[in-house]
DNA sequence: GAATAAATCAAACGTTTGTTTTAATATGCG
DNA sequence: CGCATATTAAAACAAACGTTTGATTTATTC
């Protein structure tokens, strides 16, 4: 091998192109020219290209997954032991800060997220079945974890509330990074850690709100 | 003509396989074929498949930003001539509610708020630009209502909780009629009044959330 | 009813797509 | 060295794409 791993310079360059272009807009030509392979490498080191999605998702979403799996655990393991609720506040914490740190975690982390923030919505079924298959064990920890925090709340307006502040956050992901209309006044970029805590604080109270 | 106009049959066969599988991975004689049309017919009719979608989305986009126009510079009046604020909870209805509502309004409502809902990820500069240029007005108008409602709110934390409350909405608009995490207990469909509620109630707390 | 315009049609265009095949090259090991 | 395995390279594949063409049918106008 000339340069390091072909496997990983065509990760990569997957990564980057489909957050930019889109899964189905994104050519095998375009991610071997990019990543400087052969158009054959993408068959010989994954398969097809829907394999090479699920490994630029999976070598990404498996640690985050595992990191939100830890915290959340922890929470309920702290909250059961003490007797009291795990604070609303520190469950969406759970989730939503590994996600907006990883941001400044590497090269190509941002184009990840907007990868991620997009398929929540994708309309092909493979791609999004293969992306539910890797988030629903912690989607239903996360909502589990807040009918722990919430036991007030009905089931149909948790999922909901839910749904809505992932809405929020993948719209986050998407947009850091690529903004269509700033009005004046508006700081362009702000840092993980500002827009963790505006995002966190938004949806505890829309999260703790009466129903009525 | 055999049947009610060719090009009417397009708009809705294409609003329909847009929704369904996506702009990209729709194609012409699909469309074509589902409107019982000729393949030519819509070279003939709109020009190309991109001006194909832009008068998908006009079609429908234009009366319902119209209507959110009107109903957002009646708050501004109001408020304005009473010396009173518009209600944070007004605004966000005056602009949700017609979306919503607009679901149950005929065949292929639902299928376009999956597409709109999509629309604002689209990774294609072509189309994100072309729904930007539709939804731009509207995004400053409530922009500036929500100003006038929330006075004391920073301009960044407008902007930003601002698109929480579209990404919430735009994922509440995707997600209906397709589910694919379903826990139990919880009702699959909820009607459109119910969930413009949920929505409105949950967006309305965090718009006015203190900022620290 | 002839002449003009509008609409539809089947067929083919050149390109690009993901995939596959076959050959060449580098690498590791006894 | 020589063999075997792993990797890269180049070329070709059929299929699908949006677009275009030129002929034909249908509708409108004088």
Redesign the interface.
Known sequence: MSQPDTKQRLLDAAECLF????F??TSLRAITGKAEANLAAVKYHFGSKEALLEAVLKRRLVPLNRVRQERLEALRMAARQSGVRPPTEAVLRAFIEPTLAFRDSGAGAEAFL?LV??A??E??DTI??LF?QLM?PI??LI?DTLGDALPELS???R???L??????????M??VGRF????????PR?EADD?TK??V?????????P??
Chains 1, 2 share one sequence.
């Open positions: 957050a930019a272009e889109g189905h807009s907007q923030g997009r929540i919505a309309p092909d999004r079945n539910m629903k989607f239903l909502y089931d149909t307006e999922f909901w509330r749904h809505f502040s992932l809405g929020a956050l993948s719209h986050a998407c947009l269509q209309i700033l009005p004046q006044g508006v700081a702000p827009l505006m995002l604080n938004f949806l505890k109270v829309g999260m703790e709100a129903c009525d």
